[in-house]
């Protein structure tokens, strides 16, 4: 297939960039709870040396990472290791050294009162000394059944609402593990933060190509007119991994595909492609237009909802283990490593249209990417008689790449050059890298950028978690009633279980992309 490639001179992303006002944190301590986790070495601290280097932190600026192990000193140093190792930085890098100086450490029990009496004393031994001007960002990177508690104490000793400068938390996800838990966690966090302190992360949302999503529908005027149920046959969003749990058995065990990725970055994905045109782009407006669209979901039916659990095989050229052998995993485990949904918006813009979600670990690649398929034209011109090199008619498809080829691509079809009409697909294509060049960032520096700055435009809003978590609890808890007697059910290395191309293919679809070598 013929494809065309879209350029943009280094002078024209300078100017561009230059365009936009800067936007320089507020003199601030960022205190990391959950600090000794891989979450803060291998995302968090890069994220915040990026910052630095591209000049967005102030002078005033420290770093506090709280957990429970006494790491002293070794702290600064591991962080070091791990901005160079995951942010792409080389070790004499400028404004390294500088850097790892402002990274300090305090060992505490997330439960132990005197532990945050002493935290409290630091931070304002902070302010006196760097003038961080009481000025605060907790970041709970912990496992989740810490939050609650780590919000309390805060409150308890005085640390949600200072006298002086701006108090603010991130969450990070998972938020609840159902309807019932996301309620409550949002009822303690609000009973101690007011809604404009909290930052509930989707670092999904951090994504350059996830952002472009709204860009390219609202900033450009002729993709909107056709953005609805007259135009658009279908959407397929896809977030396949080749990785499999990583070390995080006892944490996938409980959470399993649904509540890992579906119900979080996909839904955020889904939000994007097919929310209204917010009144402007402020938070407020742009998390009301999400949970209208999240409401809008039809309850979703149990049968077009399918799951699956790798068993062995072999990914690239390596021969991995299957689910259920993986450390600290149950011989017998019954949680999916796999989930695909149907679902259907019931509003004016797309009623009727199905959207395929679908989600796995040790799939054949890694790749994220929102397919739309458009209508057919009303009239086949060129017609069955046209014989030629690619005599079928193909609808035209438009795949936004979310990664990790990060891009935009149009098909349509072209006349083939010669004598007959004959029909042909090609690709416009539009390559993230080769038009603005690589980056080394991961998607947390402009999530931490703005929780610092109070802009929650990229964060979500406690209506939101609950209506997202409103739509799966009812298949989590069909499915925990029923166990399927299938698993594992899909080879390491494959697109993942039959059920997952018999749930598109019932409409007659196939997935985009996917040369299918799943196990029957
Ligand atoms: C995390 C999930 O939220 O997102 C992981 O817990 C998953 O299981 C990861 O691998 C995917 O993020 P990304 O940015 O690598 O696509």
């Given at each position: 297939?013929?494809?065309?490639?879209?350029?943009?001179?280094?002078e024209d992303v300078k100017q561009a960039a230059s365009l936009v006002k800067e936007r320089v944190s507020e003199p601030t301590v960022v205190v990391i709870f959950g600090a000794s986790g891989d979450l803060t070495k291998r995302k968090l601290l890069p994220a915040l040396f990026h910052l630095e280097q591209a000049g967005l932190l102030p002078q005033q600026f420290r770093i506090v990472g709280v957990a429970r192990r006494k790491l002293g000193n070794g702290f600064a140093e591991d962080m070091r290791q791990g901005i160079m190792e995951f942010g792409?930085?080389?070790?004499?890098?400028?404004?390294?050294?500088?850097?790892?100086?402002?990274?300090?450490?305090?060992?505490m029990n997330f439960d132990d009162n005197d532990g945050y009496a002493g935290l409290?004393?630091?931070l304002e031994q902070h302010d006196r000394d760097f003038g961080t001007g009481g000025n605060r960002l907790f970041y709970l990177a912990t496992a989740p059944d810490y939050f609650a508690d780590i919000v309390h104490r805060l409150g308890a000793h005085g640390m949600a609402k200072p006298e002086a400068g701006t108090v603010r938390v991130i969450i990070e996800k998972p938020f609840g593990h159902d309807l019932e838990s996301a309620r409550e966690l949002n009822d303690d966090v609000n009973t101690v933060f007011a809604e404009n302190q909290i930052f509930r992360i989707?670092?999904?949302l951090g994504k350059e190509t996830v952002q472009n999503v709204l860009v390219f529908r609202f900033a450009n005027g002729i993709f909107e007119p056709i953005w609805n149920r007259n135009f658009v046959d279908h959407v397929q969003i896809t977030a396949a991994e080749n990785i499999g749990i990583e070390g995080r058995g006892p944490f996938y065990e409980k959470a399993g595909a649904l509540r890992d990725v579906v119900q979080n970055h996909m839904m955020e994905l889904l939000s994007f492609v097919t929310m209204e045109p917010p009144a402007s782009f402020a938070a407020e407006a742009v998390r009301r237009e999400k949970v209208k669209v999240w409401t809008s979901i039809k309850p979703l039916n149990i049968f077009d909802c399918v799951r699956g659990q790798y068993g062995p095989g072999i990914v690239g050229d390596q021969m991995v283990r299957g689910y259920r052998e993986e450390e600290r995993v149950d011989p017998d485990s019954q949680t999916e490593t796999y989930a695909a949904v149907r679902l259907e918006i019931d509003?004016?813009?797309?009623a009727g249209v199905p959207f395929y979600l679908r989600a796995g670990k040790r799939l054949s690649a890694r790749v994220t990417e929102v397919t739309i398929q458009f209508k057919q034209p009303p009239m086949l011109l060129f017609g069955t008689h046209m014989y030629g090199p690619c005599s079928d008619i193909e609808p035209n498809i438009l795949t936004m790449r979310i990664q990790p080829d990060e891009g935009i691509s149009l098909r349509f079809g072209a006349k083939v050059p010669g004598p007959q009409m004959a029909l042909c697909p090609v690709v416009m294509n539009f390559n993230y890298a080769q038009a603005f060049g690589s980056s080394s960032a991961n998607g947390y520096e402009r999530l931490l950028l703005d929780a610092m700055l109070g802009d929650a435009t990229l964060f979500a809003h406690r209506d939101g978690v609950e209506a997202t978590w409103a739509l799966f609890t009812p298949v989590i808890e069909a499915w925990a009633k029923k166990y399927p007697q299938t698993f594992p059910n899909y080879e390491a290395g494959t697109w993942g279980p039959e059920c997952g191309n018999e749930l598109i293919g019932r409409d007659g679809y196939a997935w985009y992309g996917v040369q299918s070598t799943a196990k029957q």
């Open positions: 297939m013929a494809t065309t490639e879209v350029r943009i001179s280094p792409g930085v080389e070790s004499g890098a400028d404004k390294l050294d500088q850097f790892v100086g402002k990274i300090g450490y305090h060992a409290k004393a630091l989707d670092h999904y509003n004016w813009r797309w």
